[in-house]
């Protein structure tokens, strides 16, 4: 049968096959229950409310759509490289036109396909697109539907990055998708600076590990999931913190303590990084670090990306630190990866690997951050007493955490007189 030949040419049947079955029993459940509306309401009744759902959500689209100033827009970022040409970026251009209550998203000067496997299929490119334009004409308003990208016009020549052709490598599909959202954002920020976000960590950070249990003489793999990071800050708020990369919302981490039960390993540390958000008025949000030590021989792989592209600020904000590998390899840890792509490493018992994500960029000039906000970021542990003077102009005692207001009055006024200095030099 069908289901055997499936069966037969996938790696872990005993896993696959369950997935396989709960994809099956959804769609038949949803197909039973769409035919009851039919049978309870009549199909024209149905398909009316269908279309007209679609064209309502067509219409709210374009509404908004209308309050974005017409014009050309651009934006540039980029991918660390592919994990062959070290080092070489991979280019990720945009170009936003809005024209009246349409608006078209042109991709054709994101990188050509790579030699590395970091290539997506055409579906990416287009997933891009409805993403951004979903977040920024009506993204909890109304449900996803056809009606809701009616007005968007997405241009993906074949043989990108995101629209590869044959033989190129291919990889998750999710590559590319969250820094190209990013980018679209950061490219009408100046239009709409309202309704975007400062850069995310952009990536799933998505962590394996397989070996034989020793106790059980089995093969075993196992993955937490994504690790989650920080978001971008918006105009009038912070950017949240440890939360899945845009375009990923329908995909969950592992609970520590389920995959500590399932498999030789310990999860030594699982925290919130700090000072890892942009500093701003409104500060980036904060990524995430967990530390996984092995119990028994084992090998980890790691494709993450953004660790050199860090989470750009908007309007003045500061960027947040990239995403991060490490390993501890007989008590040393090893930092000084060129990228996060640490492909595969042996771990013996004792050893462990570390993967942090990025912080959220800042918005706006973190020296007009609120000092009380200053101080309770300080006192939750997000900014540290160092980093609230550096960055924030504001001064705290390391003990108390007491605002010195003379202190930082002088101090903020000193920085802002430099920061002036240095923009109207850069000007």
């Known amino acids: 049968t069908v289901v055997d030949i499936i069966r037969q040419n996938v790696r872990l049947p ?25 049978e309870r309401y009549g199909r024209d009744a149905v398909l009316g409310a269908i279309a007209a759902i679609m064209d ?20 540039e970022s980029y991918m660390d490289d592919d994990g062959i040409d070290i080092g070489r970026k991979v280019p990720i251009r945009v170009r936003v036109i809005v024209e009246g209550d ?13 030699r590395g496997f970091y290539n997506s299929g055409i579906s990416t490119g287009y997933a891009c697109a409805q993403v951004a334009y979903k977040c920024l004409t009506s993204p909890t308003d109304y449900p996803i539907n056809d009606g809701s990208f009616r007005s968007l016009k997405t241009i993906v020549p074949p043989g990108r990055v995101i629209s590869a052709v044959r033989p190129a490598p291919m990889r998750w599909w999710m590559t590319y998708p969250m820094t190209i959202v990013d980018t679209i954002f950061k490219a009408l920020a100046p239009a709409i600076p309202d309704r975007v976000i400062a850069g995310h960590h952009a990536d799933l950070l998505a962590s394996s590990f397989h070996g034989i249990n020793e106790r059980t003489s089995e093969f075993f793999i196992g993955s937490f999931g994504p690790l989650g990071g920080g978001w971008g800050a918006k105009l009038t708020e912070d950017g949240v913190s440890a939360t899945v990369c845009i375009n990923d919302g329908d995909t969950h981490n592992s609970p520590n303590e389920q995959a500590e039960f399932k498999f030789p390993i310990v999860v030594e540390r699982y925290a919130l990084v700090p000072d890892s958000g942009g500093a701003g008025r409104r500060r980036g949000g904060l990524g995430v670090e967990r530390v996984v ?33 490490e390993l501890r390899i007989a008590g040393e840890w090893k930092r000084d990866f060129p990228n996060a792509k640490v492909l595969v490493a042996q ?27 200053v101080r309770e970021d300080v006192r939750q542990g997000y900014v540290t007493v160092k980093s609230a003077a550096e960055l924030y102009g504001v001064v705290l005692d390391p003990d108390t955490f007491e605002i010195d207001a003379r202190a930082t009055e002088k101090l903020r006024a000193a920085r802002m007189a430099h920061r002036t200095a240095a923009n109207a030099h850069s000007a």
């Open 14 to 38: 005993s896993r696959a096959m369950g997935d396989l079955r709960a994809q099956v029993t959804a769609v038949k459940t949803g197909e039973r229950r769409f035919l009851e509306l039919i």
């Open 293 to 325: 030590r092995a119990r028994t021989n084992m090998v980890v792989n790691n494709q993450s990306e953004r660790a050199h592209c860090r989470p750009w600020g908007l309007d003045g904000g500061l960027d947040g630190t990239g995403n991060a590998v």
């Open 102 to 114: 349409e608006m078209t998203v042109d991709l054709s000067e994101v990188s050509k396909q790579v």
């Open 56 to 75: 309502h959500a067509e219409a709210m689209a374009r509404m908004r759509t209308r309050t974005i100033p017409a014009g050309i827009y651009e934006a």
């Open 347 to 373: 771990l013996k018992p004792g050893d462990a690997f570390k993967i942090r994500s990025g912080g959220g960029g800042g918005y706006g000039n973190p020296l007009a951050r609120p000092v009380e906000q």
